[in-house]
Structure formats: C-alpha cells, structure tokens
C-alpha cells in the first residue's frame, strides 16, 4: 500500500481544478518548490494515481446536444447492453445502477438525430424501456478531493492481485511496473521480453 500525505492530495486538488495549472502556481499556493510538485506529480503518474490530463469542454458552444439515456433491462442482459453502448461515439459516461429495477444511465452527446437512433443500434432483447432525455441546462460542481492523507492499494502487473506490503518495482521501456514478489517479476520480465523480441521479430520483417 503506497500513502499518498497532505502535500500530494493538495497537488491533486489544484490539478482537479485547473489541469492547466502550472507547477510554479502550484508550489506557490503548496509553500513548496517547482521541482517538490514535479516529483510528487511524476511519481503520481507512475502509480496511476494520475491516469491523463483532460480539458473540461463546454458542449453547448459547439452546438452539440447533451441527454441522458435511460436503459431499463433485465439483470442478465445489463452487462451486453452496457458493453454495447460503452463503444459508442456518443456516449460519454455511463453508469449502471444496483437498485432491484436494474438500469444503465448514461450522458450522452452529439447531433439529436444519432442520439434518438441509439436505441436502433443496440440489441433490445430483455429490455424493458428506453428513455432519452434532452437536458436543459446542466449545473455542475467540483469535485474535489478531501484534503487528508490516503492510500492506494497496488495490483500486482502479473497476477493482477493486490500487492500486501512493499511492492517490487521494475522499468521495462521506462515505463514502471509493480509486482506481490520477485517472482511475479521475474515471470513477467521473461513473458515481456518475449513478446518484445517477437515484435522487434515481426517488424523487421515487414
């Protein structure tokens, strides 16, 4: 379990806010330096704690229509449709619900043609109802993380179960991976090496 202190979860803060945020601003709002905010972000990055840098578009300057898609389906039929509607193009977020009507709500964004015509391009078997709802205005808020101290639990890049203890850190290809043991490092560096060399392989003969 890695801890994340005060400091990291006020970098997050600023970042949630403002991914644009410099690190300079940031080390001035935090009392710290430019380089402190880099390591803490970069090392955020390689845990995963980060995943990506975004911008917050506002749909309704471009002129493209936002609803919310409501999908009322029997239980076993939620995890189809929800894998049917994750690819595609016009929905944004979907959530799926744990209530005893089992559904899948889901925003979703585009020209209201393509959107009305979502329900004609997923397979309705053992849905109940469809509802598509134009949305108004939309009012939204930060969400901001508490600013306390955390932990994060590792999964282990080989086995995939959750790493007890210190982990085992390894770079392939300057990227960084985290094993239970040595191991499933040593099993992983061997699997890596060898689809590393069947790619190199395969490129050289194309």
Do not use: W
């Not at 309704?60 to 039929?77: F, H």
């Not at 179960?161 to 094993?179: I, S």
């Amino acid at each position: 379990m890695i801890e994340l202190d005060n400091l990291d979860v006020k970098i997050l803060a600023h970042l949630q806010s403002n991914s644009k945020e410099s690190f300079q601003e940031i080390a001035k709002c935090c009392l710290t330096s430019v380089p402190t905010v880099k390591s803490r972000v970069d090392r955020m990055l390689e845990l995963g704690v980060i995943s990506k840098f975004t911008i917050d578009i506002d749909n309704s300057k471009l002129g493209i229509t936002e609803a919310i898609l409501l999908v009322n389906a029997k239980p076993g039929a939620i995890s189809r449709i929800t894998e049917e509607l994750r690819v595609l193009e016009e929905v944004k977020e979907l959530y799926v619900t744990s209530d005893s009507d089992t559904a899948i709500v889901s925003r979703v964004a585009g020209d209201m043609r393509r959107i009305l015509a979502i329900q004609e391009r997923i397979n309705l078997t053992d849905v109940n109802n469809i509802r598509i709802l134009s949305v108004k205005n939309a009012f939204t808020k930060d969400s901001t993380i508490p600013l306390a101290s955390s932990s994060i639990t590792l999964t282990c890049s080989y086995c995939d179960k959750k790493v007890v203890g210190d982990a085992v850190k390894k770079k392939f290809d300057d990227k960084g991976y985290f094993f239970c043991c040595t191991t499933c490092q040593g099993e992983f560096e061997k699997k890596y090496t060898k689809l590393s060399a069947n790619a190199a392989s395969e490129k050289v003969k194309s």
